[in-house]
């Protein structure tokens, strides 16, 4: 059994790890409930958005559609990963980098794969044994629509210039703050609606179609990195605020374990002193 300094000292040190830990959850909390409201405000309107782009594309195939929804041969491929710049939130980064791994080995093997990384994490493990051709970590330092944007139009250059003929987001969808749901989402070339879906939806349109579509495109591309990086962003928060929930308990009790080992250690060491002074005195009376 350690000695009492040894479990005095552990003791202590758990109880500045359990301080830390209860702090860190604390702020992930506040800051969920702002990157909550945020996503779940944003999520109806670019669902909508792409739904109703989607099935304007599906229109517009026999009227030479769209350069953002040409389909061509897939051979190269572009992945956009999006992680987090900070660590401490349980499998949130791991999930992403085993699903980028997965598309590269399974899904799109033998094909020419490329990485976008947004968040130090994933960029730093990526590039390792992937080509990264652009990284955007700073993001999540002033996370706006204006700052996505030029991501979207850097992705949306490398589609329609034919660098790559697909492009993928893999990111971390919100569910709640224990629940985090990995997605794969076709970003380019947008997926067109089937069958009835395609022509549910009767509008007027003033001026054409084609030309609103061109013009909307666009926007839509960019709502939808924005809602993934927003998805994202709020889904580390909850993860890191799990995990410092769970170090905080395991901390607790291994606190308690040690006070229990120290409290027996003390109480044997108290009994052999007490052992040893009635053998002293009973050696003297003798």
């Not at 359990?18 to 909390?29: G, L, N, R, W």
């Not at 739904?51 to 599906?58: H, I």
């Not at 947008?190 to 013009?215: H, N, R, T, W």
Request: aromatic content about 6%; some cysteine; proline content about 2%.
């Amino acid at each position: 059994m350690a000695n009492l300094k040894e479990i005095r000292n552990r003791i202590s040190s758990i109880g500045s790890t359990m301080q830390i830990t209860s702090a860190m959850k604390m702020v992930s909390a506040a800051k969920l409930k702002k990157a909550q409201d945020a996503i779940t405000a944003m999520r109806p309107y670019a669902d909508k958005l792409t739904e109703l782009l989607q099935g304007l594309s599906a229109s517009l195939e026999g009227d030479g559609g769209s350069e953002f929804a040409m389909s061509r041969p897939v051979k190269k491929v572009l992945v956009v990963a999006i992680t987090s710049n900070r660590g401490l939130c349980g499998a949130f980064n791991t999930n992403i980098i085993k699903q980028s791994n997965m598309l590269v080995a399974d899904t799109y093997a033998g094909k020419q794969v490329d990485f976008v990384t947004i968040g130090k994490k994933g960029n730093d493990i990526l590039r390792k044994k992937n080509t990264i051709v652009s990284n955007h970590n700073g993001i999540f330092d002033d996370l706006t629509f204006d700052n996505v944007a030029e991501i979207a139009e850097y992705l949306m250059e490398q589609f329609t210039t034919g660098n790559y003929d697909k492009i993928d987001l893999v990111y971390n969808k919100f569910k709640n703050a224990a629940t985090q749901i990995v997605m794969t989402e076709q970003f380019l070339p947008i997926v067109a609606m089937e069958g009835d879906a395609a022509s549910a939806g009767d509008y007027i349109f003033e001026p054409s179609k084609l030309e609103i579509v061109q013009q909307l495109i666009p926007k839509s591309l960019k709502t939808q990195l924005f809602k993934a990086i927003r998805d994202s962003f709020a889904s580390e928060h909850g993860a890191r605020m799990t995990a410092m929930h769970k170090a905080t308990d395991n901390a607790k009790d291994l606190k308690a374990q040690l006070t229990l080992s120290y409290n027996k250690a003390r109480q044997a060491a108290i009994t052999n002193e007490i052992l040893e002074i009635v053998g002293g005195a009973e050696a003297l009376n003798g």
